[in-house]
């Protein structure tokens, strides 16, 4: 069955500080996979995406993820998180074959402290 | 572009009342999916249409939940008794067609039921 896995349920840094956040998923076939944010009280955003080719993406605000496809995984990264980055972040695949919904993860919080 | 659009953003009711939720896919749009949200469970699933068809209703709790897409300008969410469990943010998405494209998501209903 399709999975995503997002291993830290919350994460605190302070401004500054540089992030990881990590997601794994289990799919069989070729996927697409998507960074989704989620600011409080607000509906899901896309924050990145990944289709094919660079496996090195870049989203708005300054985050990136790398797809490591022999890791099953789409990380989530960014050098210098700011105070407004503070909400939650689900990582979500679907596969290439269509009209097909997303498998989202658990979701990761992230506060960011000054 | 007005993105999609969910009515009401608010609902609380009593148990055993019916519920109805309503949205408004983006115009071009082929696809919509509606989403359910708790703090227990994360984001499911719960069942997605393509060009107005339900495809894939495994994620509806039970009997008591029912969608329908009479036209590709909307789609309704139905529960019918409510039951203090169902209290979550329900989220419709929309997606054009093609394999590289990118789910939409509409603002949320945040339904409470007493």
């Known amino acids: 069955a399709q999975s995503v896995s997002q291993h830290n349920h919350h994460v605190i840094l302070s401004e500054a500080a540089s992030l990881e956040l990590g997601c794994n998923y289990s799919y069989g076939g070729t996927v697409n996979l998507f960074w989704y944010v989620q600011y409080p009280g607000q509906h899901l955003q896309l924050l990145l995406k990944y289709f094919s080719g660079d496996p090195l993406v870049k989203g708005i605000k300054g985050f990136e993820a790398e797809f490591i496809k022999s890791k099953f995984s789409f990380n989530l990264r960014k050098p210098s998180v700011q105070w407004s980055d503070t909400a939650e972040y689900f990582c979500a695949v679907t596969g290439n074959s269509g009209n097909t919904p997303l498998v989202f993860g658990k979701g990761t919080r992230l506060s960011v402290i000054a | 572009d007005a993105g999609v659009i969910q009515s009401p953003r608010h609902e609380v009711t009593e148990m055993g009342q019916e519920v109805t939720l309503r949205c408004k896919p983006i115009?071009?749009?082929?696809?919509l999916f509606w989403y359910r949200q708790t703090m227990m469970r994360g984001l499911e699933l719960l069942i997605y249409?393509?060009?107005?068809?339900?495809?894939?209703d495994s994620g509806m709790p039970e009997d008591r939940f029912s969608a329908k897409m009479p036209n590709a300008s909307f789609s309704t969410l139905k529960i019918q008794p409510s039951e203090p469990r169902d209290s979550a943010v329900y989220f419709c998405?929309?997606?054009?067609?093609?394999?590289?494209?990118?789910?939409?998501f509409g603002p949320g209903t945040r339904l409470t039921v007493l």
């Open positions: 115009s071009g749009h082929n696809s």
């Open positions: 998405a929309s997606k054009p067609a093609g394999t590289t494209t990118t789910q939409y």
């Open positions: 249409f393509n060009n107005n068809v339900p495809i894939d």
